[in-house]
């Protein structure tokens, strides 16, 4: 857990942190605490949100049907709300990470192309 | 899919808000403990730390919590229960208020929507027919009569020369005896022709209409049943369709029965519905007119209603303008005297069964809608009242930083839960409205008793309140969103004073509702005084202790005029006998219960004009009617027991008559022959002058008329009558006689069928009905009116009292007297009454009019109808000022100047 004001801790983008919320759900169902870890495990502690502000994109994915809630038992045996991404969430993160290939490239091709530390 | 999870989750979020409130709150602790343990192993945190640390890497449950709920997508319904529960609160800690303004909203909406399901029952509900709007009733017309029967040939020519015309159909009606297992019964009988059902475009509901076989003179005798006739007498069986049922003392196969709630067009006014129906079996022969287009001189005898069916795509208008170019070729054709001013009609069947009730109908619809307005204006009054004891509240809400919007939103859903009280109570009033107006309206209104509470009416209900809640809560909350905190909050702990803005809108709402109040209590006043006129006319008989009912003598039983005469004899007779009877006798129609045809006669020494004849209304009676019913007599005398069937015809005249044709002569011994100018007419000689009855309706012109001992004018001209009305008069209560009465006829032939048991003052009743109606409701809502506007009233000079306390104080510290602080609290009350007088009287001049065909013997800008209510008005005003003003007057000086 990084204390200082890193220039890592940045604000992501709703849609990225959904995208990336998915991403962690293909793998196996978790709960919200699980996504969290699993979010900063992935993104080598570069996005290291708010980890509050994941439960709003949770909610706002169930609203859409990109994801469902079940409760099971977690590690430590208690009831914990877990999510599972859909097909729905599934189609719908690969146009996501395609829109993602294609402006990442274009957005790395403009900075290629600018002056260096000018 | 995704709008399934959309409400899904909404659903949830409403539905199950406590649990999805108590889940998110477990995931989040349950993140934070995860969290904090972690931190605990892997960091080696103290377990303070780590609970610290989880919860600032988490960054604010609650702020998230609030998004999350942002995100179920139903923050603005959450925020409407929200807002309603509080209203809820808010109402409930002001029961008084409440209650009041809930009751004023359920009397606006109770009342309209009970007006709005009488509108629906009778003129937005379609007649049982199909395409009604393609129906016309006919009649004829000439001078002294403006809508009376057709003739056959004008029947005939009607339904072959008017291209309007796809078909028309004759009918009339009477009344038969159905005799079934030895109990007889009278019941109102359409006789119809075949064309009638298929003009109508109904069938009956078993079997089948009449033959052309059937429709003729001599053609089988066969009968339709009506559902209820059906229901009642023959349980409902349909086997009957086939059988042979006794009617009149004769055997009729039954052909069908009628669906319930079948009517004729004629159907729907006081005499009531037709419940069987026989075929008419008319021939131009009987009816002394040519078969075919060809048309009698005159027309021939008068005594159908006829009902057309329009040819697709013809109108009313239409059929009236061939009408009247074939009347005039007939006119111009000598058919018809120039002088008689014959003419022939169509009426679209709507009109003619709702036309005269439809503007009583509107006027009072309208009036229920001005109470309505009153009871918003002052609900409206109320909510700024409520308002100015919460800008405190809602000042400290703005500055805790609720937007201006909410806030307008959170009043409007208050006003909102308020009407929907409101409008509960008024569904249930209206229920309760509906109840009566279906038990309690007279006959006379067509359709009035077939209100209900359909989905519609509540429908209706709904609408109103919505559009109360509105006018009510609109202008409340748009004085809200002017609450500035620095102002409300620096005052202190002193609440603060009405504005003048805030003071005047609600003035202007009061003056609103007297001007309301003030053009409705003048219609109420004019319906009144109309009424009253009604009631105050002569109508020549006295009806109070007089009972009637019909009674017939069928030919089955009573084969000649002897016969009839001498029952009608012995039943005077023994009636007379029976105790607390004045006076009995029979006559062939009673006054005001329906219209009189006249007899073309020959007056001695009375030459008519060229080209006019010398009509006179006929009535027949027996000895005793004249005493029973209440005539005057102007000069010789009744009939009494000498005006036997062999004693010289005898005849009695109305004053008009002896005006018209005898002017200037002695009437008495004058000699008058029955029928046209035939010179072996039978002659009667006048005995006896009359008053004048109004028969044909209170308001209608007086017509020459004569009566005949119904013994004499049954050999003379030969008209026996055997549907005659007994008329008894009680020296006390008329219903005491009913059963005694019964029993006499009994007594004498247990076969007879009584119908239409009525006093004369019912049959009075009736006559006046539809003024009668707007008068009593007009009336009602006056009364509701002048309460509303006397509470709005009330209010508002409550309010400036309260609010000038402490200047009263002061000014009574300084030498006011009482009396000068009542005059000047009472004038803020009459001010705004007097503003609304003004404007209300004004409007009332430009209203009324629309009521000028329901008014008799009244202008509807009449004078003393305005003086008195102005004068009313005004004392209801200072009247509801003054309770108010007399806690100014007692403004304590010690106590406001301590305070």
């Given amino acids: ?118 | 899919m995704a709008w399934y999870h959309a409400v899904r989750t909404a659903f949830d979020a409403i539905v199950r808000r406590a649990r999805e409130e108590r889940q998110m709150d477990d995931e989040m602790r349950f993140h934070l403990e995860m969290e904090a343990r972690r931190l605990m192993t892997e960091n080696r945190m103290s377990e303070e730390e780590a609970r610290l640390a989880a919860a600032r890497s988490f960054g604010g449950v609650e702020r998230y919590k609030d998004a999350v709920r942002d995100e179920r997508g139903t923050s603005w319904l959450e925020d409407m229960v929200q807002d309603a529960r509080f209203g809820f609160r808010t109402l409930r800690r002001k029961p008084g208020f409440t209650i009041i303004a809930s009751l004023t909203l359920a009397l606006g909406i109770g009342a309209s929507t009970t007006l709005f399901g009488v509108v629906k029952a009778v003129l937005l509900t379609p007649l049982p027919y199909a395409k009604p709007e393609g129906i016309a009733v006919l009649w004829s017309a000439w001078k002294g009569f403006d809508q009376t029967w057709l003739s056959f040939d004008e029947y005939e020519g009607w339904k072959a020369g008017i291209p309007a015309f796809a078909n028309v159909g004759l009918f009339s009606d009477g009344a038969v005896n159905l005799t079934q297992n030895g109990e007889s019964e009278r019941l109102r009988a359409g006789f119809i022709d075949r064309d009638i059902l298929p003009i109508l475009g109904v069938e009956p509901e078993l079997g089948r209409g009449f033959t052309a076989e059937e429709d003729t003179p001599n053609g089988p005798s066969v009968i339709l049943l009506g559902h209820d006739v059906w229901r009642r007498r023959f349980g409902g069986d349909p086997s009957v369709v086939g059988r042979a049922i006794e009617v009149n003392g004769r055997s009729r196969v039954v052909v069908g029965v009628m669906p319930a709630g079948f009517r004729l067009p004629l159907d729907f006014g006081a005499s009531g519905p037709t419940l069987v129906w026989v075929p008419l079996g008319a021939t131009a022969e009987q009816n002394g007119a040519i078969p075919g287009p060809a048309f009698q001189s005159g027309g021939g005898n008068h005594g159908f209603y006829a009902v057309a069916r329009l040819r697709p795509g013809a109108t009313v208008l239409q059929a009236n303008r061939q009408l009247s170019d074939r009347v005039a070729q007939l006119r111009r054709d000598g058919i018809y005297p120039e002088e008689q001013q014959f003419r022939a009609f169509a009426v679209g069947v709507e009109d003619q069964v709702t036309g005269r009730l439809r503007p009583v109908l509107l006027v009072v619809f309208a009036a229920v809608g001005f109470v309505l307005l009153i009871a918003c204006a002052n609900v409206a009054g109320l909510l700024l009242v409520h308002g100015e004891q919460r800008r405190r509240e809602m000042a400290l809400r703005v500055a805790l930083g609720a937007g201006g919007q909410r806030l307008t939103r959170q009043l409007l859903t208050e006003t909102v839960v308020l009407t929907g009280l409101g409008a509960g109570l008024g569904v249930a009033l209206a229920a309760a409205g509906v109840w009566l107006v279906r038990n309690t309206a007279p006959a006379a209104l067509p359709r009035v008793a077939e209100t209900r509470l359909d989905p519609l009416v509540l429908g209706f209900a709904l609408a109103v309140g919505v559009l109360a809640a509105l006018v009510a809560g609109l202008l409340p909350a748009f004085q809200a969103r002017g609450v500035a905190p620095s102002m409300e909050l620096r005052d202190g702990g002193r609440t603060a004073t009405s504005g003048p803005g805030r003071l005047r809108w609600r003035q202007t709402l009061v003056a609103i509702e007297v001007a309301l109040a003030v053009v409705l209590v003048i219609g109420a006043g004019l319906m009144i005084r109309s009424v009253a006129n009604l009631f105050a006319i002569d109508a020549g008989i006295r009806p109070e202790g007089v009972l009637t009912l019909r009674l017939s003598t069928p030919a089955a039983w009573y084969p000649d005029s002897v016969r009839v005469s001498a029952f009608h004899e012995e039943l005077r007779r023994r009636v007379s006998a029976l105790p607390g009877v004045q006076a009995v006798g029979l006559v062939r129609i009673l006054p005001l219960a329906s219209e009189m045809g006249d007899w073309g006669l020959q007056v001695e020494g009375y030459t008519p004009p060229p080209n006019q004849g010398t009509p006179g209304d006929w009535q027949v009676v027996t000895p005793g009617y004249f005493e029973a019913m209440g005539l005057r007599l102007v000069q010789g005398r009744f009939f009494d027991d000498r005006d036997r069937m062999d004693a010289p015809p005898a005849m009695i005249i109305n004053r008009r008559f002896a005006e018209l044709y005898l002017a200037g002569r002695a009437p008495l011994g004058a000699r008058v022959r029955i029928g046209g100018p035939d010179q072996n007419a039978p002659q009667y000689t006048i005995v006896g002058v009359v008053d004048n009855v109004r028969h044909n309706g209170l308001t209608r012109e007086v017509k020459a008329q004569f009566y005949a001992p119904q013994p004499q004018f049954a050999t003379n001209p030969g008209n026996t009558s055997r549907n005659m009305t007994l008329v008894v008069r009680a020296s006390s209560d008329p219903q005491r006689l009913v059963a005694p009465v019964r029993a006499a006829i009994r007594g004498l032939d247990p076969r007879l069928p009584i119908s239409e048991v009525r006093t004369m003052n019912e049959v009075v009743d009736q006559a006046i009905a539809a003024p009668r109606f707007a008068m009593e409701l007009l009336g009602l809502f006056g009364v509701l009116a002048l309460v509303l506007s006397a509470i709005g009233i009330f209010g508002i000079v409550a309010q400036v009292v309260a609010s000038r306390t402490q200047e009263f104080g002061i000014r009574a510290a300084l030498g006011a007297t009482p009396r000068n602080l009542l005059m000047l609290s009472l004038g803020s009350g009459v001010r705004q009454a007097m503003a609304g007088l003004i404007v209300g009287v004004a409007a009332a001049v430009v209203l009324t009019r629309t009521m000028t065909t329901m008014l008799h013997g009244v202008t509807p800008t009449d004078p003393v109808t305005f003086s008195m209510v102005v004068a009313l008005t005004a004392l209801v005003a200072v009247g509801a000022s003054l309770v108010p003003a007399r806690r100014a007057a007692r403004t304590d000086v010690a106590k406001v100047m301590a305070g």
Wanted: aromatic share 8%.
């Fill in chain 1, 1 to 118: 857990m990084t204390e200082s004001g890193s220039p890592s801790r940045s604000e992501v983008l709703q849609g990225t942190l959904e995208m990336l919320t998915l991403k962690a759900l293909t793998l196996q169902p978790m709960h919200g605490w699980g996504i969290s870890i699993r979010l900063r495990q992935m993104s080598g502690d570069v996005f290291d949100v708010n980890q509050g502000s994941l439960y709003p994109a949770l909610q706002r994915m169930l609203r859409r049907g990109l994801i469902r809630a079940y409760y099971a038992d977690s590690e430590n045996n208690r009831k914990a709300r877990y999510y599972e991404i859909t097909r729905e969430g599934h189609r719908y993160l690969e146009a996501q990470m395609a829109e993602w290939e294609h402006s990442s490239r274009a957005v790395n091709r403009v900075l290629r192309f600018a002056p260096q530390g000018a």
